[in-house]
């Protein structure tokens, strides 16, 4: 079966410069959820989309942006980078409530470092 | 926006201890409590998906209970190991606005010692 997509799986940017996580949900999954874990840290909810709008929103910093395509993809665009961005960026995809099973799907992570 | 508050944070047992934790959300208009388990640097993973109140699910060691009515779940583990540590998230599912999907707690950190 299909699982959550994320891309790319390892990333390393120096500071100051932008980088951009893609997540690509299980299909029919209309639900994405951005989650970051830093090292040593517990996970800290970012943002969550439903049906391509923003439902909840955590601890992302003004220097971050997502959004949800209409194909239900969501990607995490990231500028101003800083060494404490380096960290796992997990996403998670579900169906919505209407649709019966909600539970959430993990993708393997994006690695991003600074240096 | 609906609160889900998890507690503790964070939890330190020896191995072999029993411990439980709980998880608090919004009974107006309940659907669903998710229960995840996530290790540091691996994907999170389902551990119960529970929607009646009353509801009570176990696997192997773990299990959980639910009480829509009051609004809380309580996750158990018996006889704690070592390969139990990790963060454990739960998440709820409420009807109504924009409110289509889940809402998780930060989660209690478990440690176990051995």
């Known amino acids: 079966a299909a699982g959550v997509i994320q891309s790319p799986r ?106 | 926006i609906l609160n889900v508050e998890q507690s503790p ?6 191995e072999g201890d029993s411990t439980n934790f709980t998880c608090s959300f919004p009974s107006s208009n309940f659907y669903a409590l998710h229960w995840y388990r996530w290790e540091t640097a691996k994907s999170p993973e389902a551990l119960f998906v529970m929607t009646l109140n009353g509801d009570e699910k176990k696997k192997g060691r773990i299990s959980a209970t639910l009480n829509t009515k009051e609004g809380y779940s309580y996750l158990y583990i018996k006889g704690s190991q070592p390969e139990d540590s990790a963060t454990y998230l739960c998440a709820c599912l409420n009807y109504g606005g924009s409110q289509g999907n889940l809402i998780f707690g930060k989660g209690t950190k478990l440690s176990v010692k051995p």
Request: hydrophobic share 30%.
């Open chain 1, 10 to 115: 390892h990333l390393i940017k120096e500071k100051r410069e932008t980088a951009t996580l893609k997540c690509y949900p299980i299909p029919r999954h209309d639900t994405v959820y951005w989650y970051q874990q830093g090292p040593g840290q517990d996970p800290q909810f970012l943002i969550s989309f439903y049906e391509k709008m923003q439902s909840d929103k955590g601890s992302i910093p003004d220097r971050f942006s997502a959004q949800q395509f209409s194909d239900y993809h969501s990607e995490l665009n990231m500028s101003s980078l800083e060494l404490g961005d380096s960290a796992l960026y997990f996403c998670a995809s579900s169906l919505g409530l209407s649709q019966g099973n909600t539970e959430a799907f993990f993708g393997q992570g994006t690695r991003l470092t600074v240096v």
């Open chain 2, 9 to 14: 944070q964070s939890l330190h047992v020896q």
